[in-house]
């Protein structure tokens, strides 16, 4: 009877010149607002957990996150790729973007700490980065310096102990800091620099050396809002979800520090 009535219905509305679809009206009842975020790919792990709770309790809201390193994505964002948020693993990329006007609101959210990994069967010792310039290291991943700020990080770093040029001829270049880390786990280098959050989520690496902060600029990660975003609400939500007590207890349990 049900069934009946509901059809007699549906005839009366397309009489009416009513369109009706069932299909995409359920469609456009379940659409998601896309937030795109565009982070450094030594966020991946702590930003998806994040993602899967923030999505729990905004059901209309979808994180889609570009992971890269920062390099690569401020060039993105200065050549109009679509973006609602950009979280940088350096101060460098961040400023260059809100000095070209392209970010709004924006906050140093975390800190880290640059480490030497090297596999978790190696039996070499570093007691200091000039170490590296000993036979038992004969590849040496780092990031790209231009594009990398754990490059950037680890050429200072170099410099500042005089040996920089003498490594040129171990040094392996890599597109972001996750590649220096897969580098290492599969022994296709000898040691690596990598930040502290990184080394923690391998159980292919350990940790041989922490590179003391003094011989490197301030390792921070800002975070801002792109002014081209086409949801600068639903943008701002998560931008301050971020600096939450939930959100922040899920960064330090990664190991990030807190500014």
């Given amino acids: ?66 992971y890269a390193a920062s390099g690569t994505l401020q060039k993105q964002i200065e050549q109009g790729a679509p973006a609602d ?31 030497v990994v090297v596999p978790s069967d190696s039996q070499a010792k570093l007691t200091s980065i000039t170490a590296l310039t000993a ?6 991943a780092i990031g790209q310096p231009e594009s990398v700020p754990a490059g950037q990080y680890a050429q200072q770093s170099l410099e500042a102990k005089k040996v920089w040029d003498r490594l040129q001829g171990k040094l392996v270049f890599t597109k ?39 011989v490197h600029k301030p390792i921070q990660y800002p975070a801002g809002i792109v002014k081209d975003t086409k949801h600068p609400e639903e943008a701002k939500a998560f931008y301050s979800y971020l600096q939450t007590r939930e959100a922040r207890s899920i960064f330090t349990s990664y190991g990030f520090l807190l500014p």
């Avoid at 101060?91 to 973007?97: A, G, S």
């Avoid at 880390?181 to 923690?200: C, H, I, P, Q, R």
Wanted: aromatic content about 6%.
């Fill in 1 to 66: 009877m049900l069934k009946k009535w509901i059809m007699s219905l549906l005839v009366l509305l397309m009489a009416a010149g009513l369109s009706v679809d069932p299909v995409g009206d359920a469609e456009a009842a379940t659409k998601k607002t896309e937030i795109i975020i565009s982070a450094a790919a030594s966020l991946k792990d702590s930003l998806d957990e994040i993602a899967a709770l923030y999505e729990k309790k905004h059901p209309g809201i979808r994180l889609v996150f570009n």
């Fill in 135 to 140: 036979p038992a290291f004969k590849r040496i």
């Fill in 176 to 214: 972001d800091v996750r590649q220096v880390l897969s580098y290492v786990e599969t022994g296709n280098v000898d040691a690596g620099f990598v930040y502290k959050t990184d080394a923690l989520t391998s159980s292919k690496v350990k940790i041989a050396l922490a590179v003391g902060a003094h």
């Fill in 85 to 115: 948020l950009f979280f940088s693993a350096g101060d460098k990329q961040m400023n260059v973007l809100v000095d070209q006007g392209l970010i709004g609101d924006h906050k140093k959210l975390l800190k880290n700490q640059l480490v």
